[in-house]
């Protein structure tokens, strides 16, 4: 094993330490627990949102902290679910008197976690809404959920709702929000490699040369099929139809087109797949109005991607557009 670290047990105070270091206008860190908060959080009269999960999906959800999107995040160790306490104390860090929704990608620990967060919350008088991502088309349940995975819609989500937060909107509508969000986006995934966690120090799976995994989680799940490696527009044929026909989504649809790298695919890739992408939906009569491509929702250096697709409407448009000054995602500013 090959890392840029110092020791396997402090690489996510020391990537925090770096956060803290490199992005002081954005955002503060607070250690014991490990809390990533917007700079000027609390805002006062504005829903606070916040998200988590384990390490080593950055930019996902730290480098997503800042105006327009996250008011705070709650990184984990290393594919670990934080812990009660770190998200209430985002709770409590971005509670600006307007309320707070917790976005819980659907992984067992998460929920749990983020549910026993919400109740200590509501005994202190904070008003609390979870939203669940659960937009994973590839298998029903996995090894650490009960139902789907919540995987690429997430980031969609923490940007339209993060968006709908700014706008000042109340607590109820910004949850609405962020429930049309997952209710309107799919993903599949698809891996070449295997990742390698710092602490385990080999491979999490075995996947030969020849070979790829369909359906891949984001912490190296199985997914629902592996074959041999295939040209990348039968790739995306697979995939995308896995995804377009579970809404589905129809001829005369506009979506956001969302194709994510694991963190170990360069982008020349990453773009030969959205080429392909979006010659399988022009044939289906599927417009795409916005698109998002790179690392965004990675896993450590695994080889590999995802596609997304998000159906649009007028609103999701305009919230998706919308200003952002985060780490690892700005515009308009």
Not at 26 to 44: E, G, S, T
Not at 239 to 252: N, T
Not at 253 to 261: H, S, T
Not at 268 to 280: G, M, T
Request: hydrophobic share 45%.
């Amino acid at each position: 094993m090959k890392k840029l670290i110092n020791k396997a047990e402090d690489v996510v105070r020391e990537e925090l330490q770096g956060v803290a270091a490199a992005h002081p206008d954005l955002v503060r860190v607070q250690f014991d627990p490990h809390v990533v908060i917007r700079a000027d959080a609390p805002v006062q009269g504005k829903v606070g949102l916040i998200s988590g999960g384990g390490s080593g999906h950055e930019p996902m959800h730290g480098g997503f902290v800042g105006m327009g999107m996250l008011d705070a995040a709650c990184p984990g160790e290393v594919f670990t679910s934080p812990t009660p306490d770190q998200m209430f104390e985002a709770t409590k860090a971005v509670n600006g008197g307007a309320g707070v929704v917790h976005i819980v990608k659907n992984y067992t620990g998460d929920v749990m976690n983020f549910e026993m967060a919400a109740d200590l919350a509501r005994a202190e008088g904070v008003e609390v809404e979870s939203v669940l991502v659960d937009d994973d088309v590839a298998v029903q349940d996995s090894l650490y959920t009960a139902g789907r995975r919540g995987v690429g819609t997430t980031v969609l989500m923490e940007k339209i709702a993060g968006a709908a937060a700014e706008e000042k909107r109340p607590l109820a509508d910004v949850a609405a929000v962020a429930r049309k969000v997952n209710d309107f986006g799919r993903t599949m995934g698809m891996a070449l490699t295997s990742c390698t966690v710092p602490a385990a120090g080999k491979p999490t799976f075995d996947l030969p040369e020849d070979e790829m995994e369909i359906g891949i989680g984001i912490h190296g799940e199985p997914g629902r099929e592996r074959m041999k490696v295939k040209p990348v527009a039968e790739i995306v044929e697979m995939m995308s139809v896995a995804v377009v026909e579970d809404i589905p989504f129809a001829s005369g649809d506009k979506v956001l087109a969302f194709v994510n790298g694991m963190g170990g695919t360069p982008l020349i890739e990453l773009y030969v797949v959205y080429n392909e992408v979006n010659k399988f939906l022009q044939a289906r009569g599927i417009e795409i109005v916005r698109n998002l491509i790179g690392n965004y929702i990675t896993s450590l250096e695994m080889q590999g991607m995802s596609i997304t697709l998000l159906k649009m409407d007028d609103d999701l448009l305009k919230l998706w557009d919308a200003p952002v000054k985060t780490a690892g995602m700005r515009w308009g500013v």
